[in-house]
């Protein structure tokens, strides 16, 4: 897997997640989170992810996909969350809006659609 500006396509993030047990963090605004995420997200403010990334992701082994809208704020987001110490940080290329493009499944208000 890439580390880094690349990012993970949709198809990649989902090998991450359930061969490797990542921890997504979606950096969206709670009402985009509640309009559609990542099944198994956990939504944190972009603004707020390096006070609350030892909170959300208690090993800092373990891997992390950070998504938002289109990937922008991730890459941001990234480098906070590798400067905390997380040895295997990953973006969404592209965001939930290339991962519901590609198909994938988002979760709306607690339902898988």
């Not at 309009?35 to 992390?64: C, D, F, M, W, Y």
């Not at 950070?66 to 906070?80: D, F, I, M, P, T």
């Not at 969404?92 to 493009?101: C, D, I, K, R, S």
Request: glycine share 10%.
């Amino acid at each position: 897997l890439r580390r880094g500006r690349g990012g993970l396509s949709a198809a990649e993030a989902t090998q991450l997640i359930n061969r490797r047990n990542a921890v997504v963090i979606d950096l969206r605004a709670p009402s985009d989170f509640a309009a559609g995420h990542l099944p198994s997200a956990r939504q944190v403010a972009a603004g707020e992810i390096g006070a609350k990334i030892a909170q959300v992701a208690k090993n800092k082994s373990t891997p992390v996909l950070l998504v938002c809208q289109n990937g922008q704020q991730s890459q941001k987001a990234a480098r906070e969350v590798e400067a905390a110490g997380y040895a295997e940080v990953h973006v969404l290329e592209g965001g939930v809006a290339a991962w519901q493009q590609a198909g994938m499944p988002v979760v709306k208000q607690g339902v898988a659609k």
